[in-house]
């Protein structure tokens, strides 16, 4: 049986930089004999999580593990909770993942989190993950940045599915076809068009070998 691998999309840009690596993504999983499927997050109506604690509710075992809340995003989280392995990418805007990705994450993985025992998971399957970050910020910002912190955080989050958990994290990213257009004095364009035609190429390599990597742990 073909493993699936599914990608979500959590930039508002369906051609951006975060969606075109997640189509390499795909495509190397696609490679690896996965069937796939990449999902844009800003095409759906939803809200993060309320706190209802449905997923904790004595008497409410079919919610154990997962969300009970119905909208346009509960068939993306069962097709998440059902895949072999998942690829979130997200753009990092003020310094952190995109509101639609947060309220994505929180609807995945609250569910998970056990109060009967430190550690454990609610959720009985295994599912491989991998996050795809892309940013305006240079290498020496994001080290200076304090995101490395939460990258790192929300790796041990995602352990909550029982699986593996990788990152591929790509930095000075290009974004914008005319900066001329923009209020941007601060940003070296001739830099940023270099960094798009010599470095990006290789982030797309890469995402391409963990759509590969995710396939095969799965």
């Known amino acids: 049986m ?29 490679k690896a004999g996965a069937k796939t499927q990449l999902i844009h997050l800003y ?4 809200q993060g999580c309320i706190s209802c604690f449905a997923c904790k509710k004595r008497g409410k075992e079919k919610y154990i593990g997962r969300c009970a809340m119905k909208d346009e995003l509960t068939p993306v989280l069962e097709k998440a909770r059902n895949a072999n392995g998942i690829i979130l990418g997200t753009p990092v805007y003020m310094n952190n993942i995109t509101g639609m990705m947060q309220g994505f994450l929180e609807r995945l993985l609250f569910p998970c989190v056990s109060y009967g025992m430190e550690g454990s998971s609610q959720f009985k399957g295994t599912v491989h993950a991998a996050m ?11 080290e200076s940045s304090g995101f490395t912190s939460m990258i790192r955080t929300q790796a041990n989050i995602l ?12 930095v000075d990213t290009y974004q ?28 797309c390599e890469q995402a391409y070998e963990l ?4 396939t095969y742990m799965s």
């Open 2 to 30: 073909s493993k699936k691998i599914i990608a979500i999309n959590g930039s508002p840009r369906k051609k951006g930089n975060t969606a075109t690596l997640l189509e390499y993504a795909l495509e190397g999983a696609e």
């Open 43 to 46: 095409k759906h109506t939803y």
């Open 132 to 142: 795809i970050y892309t940013m305006n910020m240079t290498e020496k910002q994001l």
């Open 159 to 170: 352990q909550l599915l029982n699986g593996s958990v990788h990152k591929l994290v790509c």
């Open 176 to 203: 914008f076809k005319d900066y001329t257009k923009y209020n941007a004095a601060g940003i070296d364009e001739p830099h940023k068009e270099q960094i798009r035609l010599h470095r990006f190429p290789l982030d």
């Open 211 to 214: 759509g590969i990597q995710l």
